[in-house]
């Protein structure tokens, strides 16, 4: 896979946005705490709280395990955090699906730095031109990749032991899924069974 001429040692990124949706639904509070500890000691440092489905289950989780760690992440509907960074990363992979200020995260590029948007919003987001043209910065965004781009990620997985959770289903459980979608009912991603196409 092509990363072009600049190595991931040489930028500063923001290494990840952990969704808060990996902190609904059925997700146990130790368990979503545990998962949260492992992440900022990666070296993670960067949450999403944006509550996609409404009811504040992210953020009635993450408040007691914030208590903890609050001086270790920024989190991103925190106004005042997100100062602190302005201008101090080359790179942001927003992967947030819900309505958010986009600005917020171009602010918090270098020059010549980029957001890159993989999360799809059901409404188009607001850009402020000048968050890109003073600071000669990139707003990019990818859906997903071909079938060449996908084969070299399941390669690079499979040499790094790198494995998902996921929940199989048959294209003739779409709507179940959606529906349980609906309910909170999920605790790992649907993958539809190609075998079930035809």
Not at 1 to 23: A, N
Not at 38 to 65: C, H, I, Q, S
Request: aromatic share 8%.
């Amino acid at each position: 896979m092509d990363t072009g001429v600049r190595s991931l040692d040489e930028l500063t990124t923001s290494r990840l946005c952990l969704g808060s949706m990996l902190m609904g639904g059925r997700t146990g509070i130790a368990e979503a705490h545990a998962m949260l500890d492992a992440f900022v000691d990666a070296g993670y440092d960067f949450l999403d709280t944006a509550d996609v489905y409404g009811d504040g289950a992210a953020e009635r989780t993450l408040k007691p395990w914030l208590a903890r760690r609050r001086d270790e992440v920024v989190v991103t509907t925190n106004a005042d955090a997100l100062t602190t960074r302005t201008r101090t990363f080359d790179f942001v992979l927003d992967t947030v699906s819900a309505q958010h200020d986009i600005n917020a995260y171009l602010d918090l590029l270098r020059r010549d730095g980029t957001v890159c948007l993989v999360g799809a919003p059901e409404k188009p987001l607001p850009v402020n031109s000048f968050n890109l043209l003073f600071g000669r910065r990139s707003l990019s965004g990818s859906a997903i990749g071909g079938i060449r781009e996908t084969q070299e990620m399941l390669d690079f997985c499979g040499e790094h032991g790198i494995t998902a959770d996921i929940e199989k289903i048959r294209i003739q459980q779409i709507n179940e899924a959606y529906d349980r979608l609906l309910k909170q009912d999920v605790r790992y991603r649907f993958v539809i069974e190609n075998s079930s196409l035809q």
